[in-house]
């Protein structure tokens, strides 16, 4: 059974400074960061619903991706192109999504990892969308810059993060590869294109 401490409506965002949402709106850089529940038809079940998007320039980035369960990388239902970069990727559709926020200034990071599913339904009705925090990093810092001269580790680093009292928090093991990912995101100029969705096949499945 679900902690009731944990569960959250609306699902879980990024608490972010109104001067970083400003700045990321100036500079162009979107992200979609909700996640909605579907119902499908054909499968008489309700799913999960989210968009993959965002992208940087050298000052700042942010970045919203998902994963399965266990942090494996999901096919996307369709990419979406957009009238310029840094903005809409990709749309996933999951019974259970992983969601993976990421804002970057500088070489300062926050991260947020939560879980989205429908809850149980009974008597027919209608089942609620049950949101769970699963890791959050705050002020986190990695002192590479990813798209430039530290290119090489694009991809294979995230950054430390610390808890209030100093203590190291560790992103959990089964996500460390979606976190690696969207931190080289997080640095992508003029981003067009997904980093931990796959691509589709000509007929998408829900997995």
Known sequence: MEDPRLSAVPPLHLKLPKRALRRLQEVGIYCRTEVRMEYQQSAKRYVVHGTESGGAIRELGRYVTFAGPEGEPLEQLHPVDSLGANGVHAVVVAQVLIKVDMFR???TYQLLLSKHQPSESSNGKRPGLVSNEIFRG?????????????????????????????????????????????????WCPSCVHSHYLMSCSTAPVVR
């Not at 993060?161 to 203590?167: I, L």
């Open 105 to 107: 200034y500088g070489r």
């Open 138 to 186: 705050m002020d986190g810092y990695l002192g590479l810059e990813l798209s430039g001269k530290d290119k090489d580790k694009a991809g294979t680093v995230i950054p430390e993060f610390y808890s209030r009292s100093g203590e190291r928090l560790e992103v959990p093991a089964q996500f460390q590869a979606v976190a690696q990912a969207i931190t080289l995101a997080v």
